[in-house]
């Protein structure tokens, strides 16, 4: 429970109402912590509403379903997506976006399409407030069926929750937002910095992982493990696509040389920290060590700055810089226009360009394909 920005996270017993029509209630088997959810819990989010029930990034078992919902039943096992896809409002209709518009106005505001209530109360019957029409800290929650992604039972939920947000993010912001190819040059920046530990509900310690063997960022931590913070998914997701479309020189940007290992071990062939370079800026250094900018930028923390930084290091005449990120309200990006006129480009994404109800599904089938033998899913 999220009672205001930037007070502790409490955990209480909520009431999660029966789905009403169009709605399907989810029993949450797994939930991660995305970045996000702190960014709208320090009051940086325009969006934020409290009180709330923080969470996007998960997966479950549907328990029951309203009426008129077709294209899930209890027992299915899916991951709640905070960007719908109902293949049919405009945004979809178009072919040309992922930002289907059929629930957002309801998902933006805390409550459902049908009555414009949350489904979320205490149990005095005070209403509470969804979080990204999904509210994944909950051990049930009630989304609208179009963001619902039904998939394979044969995937273990822990891992699958990933593909909720960050994984699919990052590997989206390669494939479909840059399109970059075989044989580029990208800059990955960077790895965020961990919520204070006063704001988070009081839980084991964060330990430090060990680097695992590459395979996809999804194959996380064991589920017995204390939960880990601020380990950098996004960041990582990233660099992950990039070896999977055969990048051939992918360098990690991070203020925090901690991170070093973990990003080379991940897969990046160089690391920077901008802090250790004298009083060259990052894009200068980037660009004097990959002769005239890198093909690609991913900016992964939500800082405008960085982002500046992130454009500049792209090459002249064809270099991109997606920002993937998510910036505080009334954060503001800026760059010379010449930057833009001498051809560089700016592109945002949202949920790695994924159309979430179609390609969540089809992403869980092909991590199955590559996902390494592990003994606790036999
Ligand atoms: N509510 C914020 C914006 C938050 C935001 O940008 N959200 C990202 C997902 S963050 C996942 O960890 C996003 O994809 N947004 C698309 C959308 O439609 O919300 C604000 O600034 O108002």
Redesign the pocket.
């Known amino acids: 429970m999220a009672y205001a920005p930037k007070q502790p996270l409490q955990v209480k017993e909520v009431v999660i109402a029966p789905p009403q029509a169009g709605e399907v209630r989810i029993k949450i088997s797994h939930t991660a912590l995305?970045?996000?959810?702190y960014?709208?819990l320090s009051g940086q989010?325009?969006?934020?509403l409290f009180p709330c029930v923080l969470g996007?990034?998960a997966a479950g078992v549907v328990e029951s379903v309203g009426p008129g919902v077709t294209s899930v039943a209890p027992g299915d096992h899916v991951i709640p997506c905070?960007?719908a896809f109902c293949g049919e409002c405009k945004f979809c209709a178009s072919g040309k976006t992922n930002?289907c518009g059929s629930v957002?106005q309801w998902?933006?505001t805390g409550v459902m399409k049908a009555d414009g209530k949350p489904r979320i109360s205490e149990l005095d019957g005070s209403p509470l407030f969804h979080f990204?029409g999904t509210s994944t800290f909950a051990e049930y929650c009630v989304v609208h069926e179009v963001s619902v992604a039904k998939i394979t039972k044969s995937a273990p939920l822990d891992e699958a929750s990933l593909l909720g947000?960050?994984v699919t993010?990052g590997i989206g912001a390669v494939v479909n937002t840059a399109k970059a190819e075989a044989g580029c040059t990208a800059a990955v920046v960077s790895v965020p910095l961990s919520p204070p530990p006063h704001l988070l509900p009081s839980l084991s310690p964060p330990s430090p992982a060990p680097p695992r063997p590459l395979a996809l960022a999804l194959h996380g931590t064991p589920a017995a493990a204390p939960p880990q913070f601020g380990i950098g998914t996004?960041g990582l997701a990233v660099i992950d696509g990039l070896k999977m479309i055969g990048a051939k020189r992918i360098i990690a940007v991070d203020i925090d040389d901690s991170k070093k290992d973990l990003a080379m071990t991940w897969g990046a062939t160089d690391f920077f920290n901008p802090r250790s370079i004298g009083d060259t800026s990052i894009q200068d250094h980037i660009v004097a060590a990959t002769d005239g900018g890198v093909d690609y930028s991913f900016e992964c923390i939500g800082n405008v700055d960085v982002m500046r930084s992130a454009l500049e290091c792209c090459h002249k005449g064809w270099g991109e810089s997606i920002i993937v990120g998510?910036?505080?309200?009334g954060q503001e990006i800026k760059t010379r226009p010449f930057q833009l006129v001498t051809g560089r480009v700016w592109k945002g994404?949202?949920?790695g360009g994924y159309k979430s109800r179609v390609d969540v599904p089809r992403l869980v089938e092909e991590y199955l394909q590559v996902r390494p033998p592990d003994p606790r899913h036999p």
């Open positions: 995305c970045h996000t959810d960014y709208t989010d325009p969006e934020g996007h990034e905070y960007q930002l957002r998902t933006g990204m947000c960050g993010t996004v998510v910036a505080g309200a994404t949202a949920f």
